[in-house]
T-cell receptor, first 113, second 113 residues
């Protein structure tokens, strides 16, 4: 069972470059999420989606964009990368009910030089 | 709005000793509570959850947690620590109809042989 798959696993960018992180889930989940994890900060929500074609801002959305063109995919874009965006990024998905757990991918480790 | 407090970012425990990780939440409505574990270079994995019903919840790997409404707590315990329990642990809260999880900042558990 693949669950939630994130690509790439590692990436190094230069300041000002752009890139897209891909998240794919095979559980037919409606809800999908992008988080960033920084030491001592826990997980912070960047953007999320409650279904195909929808997106919403989380607590730290600045500098990021997202798209959910297909139900199984949720893309996170950095238009002009900054060193402050160096982090580990996690994607998660969830079923239709709020008492269901979120399922996480293994993360993308991104360094901005 | 809901929030979670986890005190003590780093917790050291001797092998074979009790593991106790404290989680206090803030929620104006009945909460759904989760504990996740994160092993190095991996995503978060669900340990256990409380939604309704029995307040003592058993999870994987011998962990359990008790929901105490009067104390707004959901502390995680394991009677006897094993070396494989070394990981980071996160408490999270949401409620009925909510799309988002609020995470604590995590506890890094170190097991001393």
């Amino acid at each position: 069972n693949a669950g939630v798959t994130q690509t790439p696993k590692f990436r190094v960018l230069k300041t000002g470059q752009s890139m897209t992180l891909l998240c794919a889930q095979d559980m037919n989940h409606e809800y999908m999420y992008w988080y960033r994890q920084d030491p001592g900060m826990g997980l912070r929500l960047i953007h999320y989606s409650v279904g195909e074609g929808t997106t919403a801002k989380g607590e730290v959305p600045d500098g990021y964009n997202v798209s959910r063109l297909k139900k199984q995919n949720f893309l996170l874009g950095l238009e002009s990368a900054a060193p402050s965006q160096t982090s580990v990024y996690f994607c998660a998905s969830r079923g239709p009910y709020s008492n269901q757990p979120q399922h996480f991918g293994d993360g993308t480790r991104l360094s901005i030089l | 709005a809901q929030s979670v407090t986890q005190l003590g970012s780093h917790v050291s425990v001797s092998e074979g000793a009790l593991v106790l990780l404290r989680c206090n939440y803030s929620s104006s409505v009945p909460p759904y509570l989760f504990w996740y574990v994160q092993y190095p270079n991996q995503g978060l994995q669900l340990l256990l959850k409380y939604t309704t019903g029995a307040t003592l919840v058993k999870g994987i790997n011998g962990f359990e947690a008790e929901f105490k409404k009067s104390e707004t707590s959901f502390h995680l315990t394991k009677p006897s620590a094993h070396m494989s329990d070394a990981a980071e642990y996160f408490c999270a809260v949401t409620f009925y109809g909510n799309n988002r999880l609020a995470f604590g900042k995590g506890n890094q558990v170190v097991v001393i042989p």
